[in-house]
């Protein structure tokens, strides 16, 4: 395996040697070679700038006429000596379209010059430091950039991340351009390799094969309006389609729906218990049956995969599911509507929908509430992730697969309880069926918050969904959440290199597409995917989010296309109407006394804003407003909310 600090081992060997020396009014000498298989283009590391085209080769049969092509040894190896296998990677038509860009410059980054995800609107000037630009047309895409704040060492690499705000669009050639960047000495920022491309000089053997492609990428970022000599870095990516990352859970679902339909999955009542709680009548424990898709039921097995490389279905499992019969119920003279829940990260649905809070949700609501772990990220799951992925990082596909089987659990779960559960004698009262199944919405928090956007989005039975403290890009929440800071704290054992942790991070992004809502919110409020109706959705975001990051609520909501509505802090990309609305992105503020910092750190503690949202009565008001057939996001709060 090479090193990935000998790019600049030959660079100093090289400057030591008479052969690479030139007079002062000599041409500039060719920069040096890279060592093979490494990104020629700026020379201080092996892997950046990443992604990029470099680590893309052409594919006739593939959608995008590319494929991801990332060498053995590439991708960094951590003190447990695995290193990250890019063999998931390389049968994509690309990079994630929800991915970050990392690159490192030895002599760093002068960080006045970036600005924040706060007011990213430099960014789609001809003048911003940090482009994101669509080749074909020019177009710039709102993004940011911001210095690795979890390279806090002396001696750590830290990278330069640019985020897009917006989802990318799938199957599309962007190029990434960085205008009159200066290092962290005020000197002007160009490194070697680059220059010769940008000026034409003395080309390495390795950069030559890229000279033309670079001239097409000059070409359409002088298009843009940007001087081909202002340019400190230029690179350029195709990303996937979105057949990559949507597919998997789109056959999932057809597929466990067609057994449903031909009366091949059932259920299990496994208990029925009244309650003497003043919001709970009845709680109803259940099993459903689903197809399964992963090795085996240890919690810690991956997807199994036929030949074509598409999930392969294995033997039915039971799934455990919660059912909760409010205790309106009682005196209510018509069926209940129904509520598929979401719960929490790192929880579940028996002890969430077990708690006051969920059971006094349904009681003001006067909903039945049903729900099923989201196993991957589930009170199952937050025992045994750390030993995993401690061995060994490739291991974090266990997460992936079991969040896309907790994906089709809650899909078939929703469908079972609206065609056969519905008329169990379990969810009688007084000698009637509790619900008809005829209205149902789906109300998430947290986790549940992120998931829903997903489930949403595949779901043919539900028109109607709340996500409360929702966010999305995993590997953008990720060093941001006070709750994930663990396994931060994990990565930092694994990979003591900085530069390592984020490309490991970066890396993951692509198989986290497969249930990371940003994948699916193009398609949520407007062209659907197949077979599932457009949707309405309430947005409930909580100001100074711990847990949840806003930059990742406010990327979700850019991505949806949804309105804002009652802001007490701007988002650029959203547009601002006054309610009432069919769908709408809202802010509540609970004034932490603790602000999360806004690059990509966390708060040592939790701050209460997280989960400050859906306790609120005004919240639960403006939830109950929106769930009704007719139902629309009210402006309950006469201007922005403000949580007492």
């Keep these: 395996m090479f090193t990935r600090r000998a790019p600049l081992a030959l660079f100093a060997a090289c400057l030591a040697t008479a052969a690479c020396s030139s007079k002062a009014n000599d041409a500039p000498a060719a920069p040096p070679e890279p060592q093979p298989g490494c990104n020629p283009i700026v020379g201080d590391d092996c892997l950046t700038p990443f992604p990029s085209a470099f680590f893309e080769r052409a594919d006739a049969s593939s959608a995008t006429g590319v494929r991801v092509s990332i060498g053995d040894g590439m991708l960094p190896a951590g003190n447990n000596a695995h290193e990250l296998l890019p063999t998931r990677m390389n049968q994509k038509d690309g990079f994630s379209p929800a991915t970050p860009f990392l690159v490192y410059f030895e002599n760093g980054v002068d960080p006045t010059q970036l600005f924040g995800w706060k007011d990213p609107t430099p960014s789609l000037s001809a003048t911003s430091p940090v482009q994101v630009i669509e080749y074909e047309t020019g177009k710039r895409v709102l993004a940011f950039a911001e210095l690795d704040g979890q390279a806090s060492s002396i001696g750590d690499r830290k990278a330069l991340i640019i985020h897009p705000l917006v989802r990318l669009k799938p199957a599309t050639r962007y190029v990434i351009a960085l205008v009159n960047l200066e290092d962290a000495s005020g000197q002007k920022l160009e490194p070697a390799p680059f220059k010769a491309l940008r000026d034409g000089t003395a080309l390495s053997s390795a950069l030559g094969p890229w000279q033309a492609r670079y001239e097409e990428i000059f070409a359409a970022i002088a298009k843009a309006g940007v001087a081909r000599a202002d340019l400190s870095l230029a690179w350029d990516v195709v990303t996937a389609s979105d057949a990559t990352a949507t597919g998997h859970l789109l056959k999932m679902r057809d597929y466990a729906f067609a057994r449903l339909a031909a009366g091949e999955l059932g259920y299990t009542i496994t208990s029925s218990t009244d309650s003497t709680d003043p919001d709970l009548l009845r709680q109803v424990l259940a099993t459903v049956q689903v197809p399964n898709y992963l090795a085996d039921q240890s919690g810690t097995s991956m997807m199994v995969f036929d030949a074509s490389g598409a999930p392969k279905p294995?033997?039915?499992?039971?799934?455990?599911?919660?059912?909760?019969?409010?205790?309106?119920?009682?005196?209510?003279?018509?069926?209940?509507?129904?509520?598929?829940?979401?719960?929490?990260?790192?929880?579940?649905?028996?002890?969430?929908?077990?708690?006051?809070?969920?059971?006094?949700?349904?009681?003001?609501?006067?909903?039945?509430?049903?729900?099923?772990?989201?196993?991957?990220?589930?009170?199952?799951?937050?025992?045994?992730?750390?030993?995993?992925?401690?061995?060994?990082?490739?291991?974090?596909?266990?997460?992936?697969?079991?969040?896309?089987?907790?994906?089709?659990?809650?899909?078939?779960?929703?469908?079972?309880?609206?065609?056969?559960?519905?008329?169990?004698?379990?969810?009688?009262?007084?000698?009637?069926?509790?619900?008809?199944?005829?209205?149902?919405?789906?109300?998430?928090?947290?986790?549940?918050?992120?998931?829903?956007?997903?489930?949403?989005?595949?779901?043919?039975?539900?028109?109607?969904?709340?996500?409360?403290?929702?966010?999305?890009?995993?590997?953008?929440?990720?060093?941001?959440?006070?709750?994930?800071?663990?396994?931060?704290?994990?990565?930092?054992?694994?990979?003591?290199?900085?530069?390592?942790?984020?490309?490991?991070?970066?890396?993951?992004?692509?198989?986290?597409?497969?249930?990371?809502?940003?994948?699916?919110?193009?398609?949520?409020?407007?062209?659907?995917?197949?077979?599932?109706?457009?949707?309405?959705?309430?947005?409930?975001?909580?100001?100074?989010?711990?847990?949840?990051?806003?930059?990742s609520t406010r990327l979700l909501a850019r991505t949806m296309g949804l309105p804002a509505m009652d802001l007490s802090e701007p988002v650029p990309g959203l547009e601002t109407k006054s309610g009432p609305l069919g769908s709408a992105y809202t802010q509540w503020n609970s004034h932490p006394a603790a602000v999360p910092p806004l690059d990509d750190t966390a708060l040592d503690k939790d701050n209460g804003a997280h989960d400050s949202v859906w306790k609120w009565p005004l919240a639960l008001q403006q939830i109950g407003a929106f769930c009704r057939p007719d139902g629309q996001v009210q402006s309950v709060c006469g201007g922005p909310c403000n949580i007492q």
């Design 314 to 551: 294995g033997p039915l499992v039971d799934v455990p599911i919660v059912i909760n019969v409010p205790r309106c119920a009682a005196t209510a003279t018509q069926p209940l509507p129904v509520v598929t829940f979401g719960h929490g990260l790192f929880g579940n649905a028996k002890d969430t929908l077990s708690g006051a809070p969920a059971m006094a949700a349904a009681n003001d609501l006067c909903t039945v509430f049903i729900g099923t772990d989201w196993i991957g990220l589930s009170s199952q799951d937050v025992q045994k992730l750390p030993n995993l992925l401690s061995s060994d990082l490739n291991n974090f596909y266990v997460i992936s697969d079991r969040l896309q089987q907790a994906q089709l659990n809650a899909l078939v779960m929703t469908r079972l309880f609206k065609t056969k559960i519905k008329d169990d004698p379990a969810l009688q009262v007084g000698g009637h069926p509790v619900t008809d199944g005829a209205t149902t919405y789906y109300f998430g928090v947290s986790d549940g918050g992120i998931q829903g956007g997903t489930f949403m989005a595949l779901t043919p039975d539900i028109v109607r969904g709340v996500l409360n403290v929702p966010g999305s890009e995993w590997t953008l929440m990720l060093n941001r959440s006070v709750d994930l800071g663990q396994f931060g704290g994990l990565l930092s054992l694994i990979y003591p290199d900085a530069l390592d942790r984020q490309v490991a991070v970066t890396i993951t992004q692509s198989d986290w597409d497969y249930t990371d809502p940003l994948t699916y919110a193009p398609h949520i409020l407007n062209d659907p995917l197949s077979g599932v109706p457009a949707k309405r959705i309430l947005v409930q975001e909580s100001i100074g989010d711990a847990q949840v990051a806003n930059v």
